[in-house]
């Protein structure tokens, strides 16, 4: 599993402002067709408290209008945020 402990990205410019007490719901949805819910809740709540946004759509669509929720990696490089 990756580790929560890769370094955090510099919060900049987003399209996709999410507050922090709305990333719950953010986050629901986000996740709603995925497999691994509960992992996907985790992850996403974890990144839109940092960020402050959530792309629009389902896991992997539209990730591109938050560049901290792009960009922030796991330690083997892959996607941290859903």
Do not use: D, E
Not at 9 to 38: D, E, M, Q
Not at 61 to 79: E, L, M, V
């Amino acid at each position: 599993m990756a580790s929560i402990s890769a370094a955090k990205p510099l919060i900049g410019s987003t399209t996709c402002p999410v507050p922090r007490n709305k990333c719950g719901a953010a986050c629901i949805k986000r996740c709603s067709h995925k497999g691994h819910k509960k992992r996907c809740l985790f992850y996403c709540n974890h990144c839109c408290g940092w960020c402050q946004c959530v792309p629009p759509g389902y896991v992997g669509q539209n990730k591109g209008c938050c560049s901290c929720y792009n960009n922030w990696k796991t330690q083997i490089g892959g996607p941290k945020c859903p």
